[in-house]
């Protein structure tokens, strides 16, 4: 069984193609093109010029995939696109993109709930996915907490009330005066003032937010980061300072995540944490949920952190491996949450 699979929910244009041999998932070709320079310097994704970008970058993304992979379009036995939640435009390209090539070349379709995909996507490099784990999807848009039991039997433990904790780094970014998207630029101020083994002075802590809650919020964070700022205009003034201020930050944004995941574990008795989305990559957030006592925990490779076609392209092969079939209703659906897949 051979899939190409393809991903254009945000700003990056992705397509790959994975092979599944019954036993064995293996990834023959996989292709990123990010967007990232062109929505530098308005310092935020232009949903417009995004979906028009996609709409370029598709034809080539998808073409050398296929040619990475060393296969034609005869040769493929499926496709799978992102049907949402995304940037509605964006997964508008996409989906037609994909439906387009469904009918010309007679394949069937899947369409994918890309946080769903996030959450299995710890599971591309390693044996599995064993059933019952907790998954913390933590991205630009999402921040959530599920019990998977099983393919398709997702259970909402935690979610974000406001933003989401990749937005919360980017925010930071932004006010640090870092450009556009921030996040793993402030995380990298953050890790060269900590490789020294330096701890921030006490005098910038943050406070803590909404301890004894379960559900995450980072608006009342990111009021006191710029307050800490504000308070603190002469470290900003440095990089020195400003790699500081990142530690401080980063810090308390993980403090956040591990006290969830950690109080998720407590409530469900499950012993398997799989971290995934973009902030996945952070190190110091890997470092901090590694050290949980008597966890299992799994990360993406980096690569496989950030938005990309392989994971929906390995969720789609395991969705076909149960039974999914191309049902003929892949639209966009830019609101889906993940406890809404059921069925699909
Ligand atoms: O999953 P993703 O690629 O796209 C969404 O579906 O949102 O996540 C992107 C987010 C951005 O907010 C970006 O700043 C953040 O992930 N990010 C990081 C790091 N790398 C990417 N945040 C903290 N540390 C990083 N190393
Ligand atoms: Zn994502």
Redesign the pocket.
């Known amino acids: 069984m051979r899939i190409l699979a393809i991903e254009t929910?945000?700003?990056?244009t992705a397509a790959a193609v994975l092979a599944d041999d019954g036993r064995r998932i293996q990834i023959l070709s996989e292709v990123v093109s990010s967007q990232n320079e062109l929505h530098e310097r308005y310092g935020g994704i232009v949903p417009e010029l995004a979906a028009r970008e996609h709409l370029t970058n598709l034809p080539i993304v998808v073409d050398s995939a296929l040619r990475a992979a060393g296969l034609d379009y005869g040769e493929l036995d499926l496709l799978a696109v992102t049907r949402g939640p995304?940037l509605h435009g964006c997964l508008l390209m996409g989906v037609n993109f994909a439906r387009g090539l469904s009918m010309a070349r007679k394949l069937p379709l899947l369409g994918i709930n890309?946080?769903e995909a996030?959450l299995f996507s710890p599971w591309i490099e390693v044996e599995g996915p064993s059933f019952p784990f907790l998954s913390l999807v933590?991205?630009?848009?999402?921040t959530e907490i599920h019990l998977v039991e099983d393919l398709n039997r997702y259970t909402l433990i935690a979610r974000t009330r406001d933003d989401?904790?990749?937005?919360a780094?980017?925010k930071s970014?932004n006010l640090l005066g870092f450009t556009y998207?921030?996040?793993?630029r402030?995380?990298?101020a953050a890790d060269k003032f900590l490789a020294g083994s330096r701890t921030p002075r006490s005098g910038l802590a943050l406070p803590k937010v909404m301890c004894g809650e379960r559900d995450f919020s980072f608006s009342g964070l990111k009021t006191a980061i710029q307050l800490l700022l504000a308070r603190h205009k002469e470290l900003c003034a440095t990089e020195e300072g400003r790699c500081e201020l990142s530690a401080v930050i980063?810090c308390a944004?993980v403090d956040i995540l591990e006290s969830r995941v950690r109080d998720a574990a407590t409530l469900t008795g499950v012993g398997t944490v799989a971290v995934?989305?973009?902030?996945s990559?952070?190190?110091?957030?890997r470092t901090r949920i590694s050290q949980l006592p008597g966890m299992r925990v799994l990360f993406p490779r980096p690569e496989h952190?950030?938005?990309n076609a392989t994971m929906i392209g390995f969720l789609a092969l395991h969705k076909y491996r149960r039974g999914a079939r191309d049902a003929g209703e892949c639209s966009a659906l830019s609101r889906w949450p993940v406890e809404q897949v059921h069925g699909q």
């Open positions: 929910s945000c700003d990056e995304g890309h946080i996030h933590v991205s630009g848009g999402h989401a904790a990749g937005e780094f980017d970014a998207p921030g996040g793993a402030l995380a990298n980063q944004i995934a989305g973009g902030v990559a952070n190190s110091a957030l952190c950030m938005d």
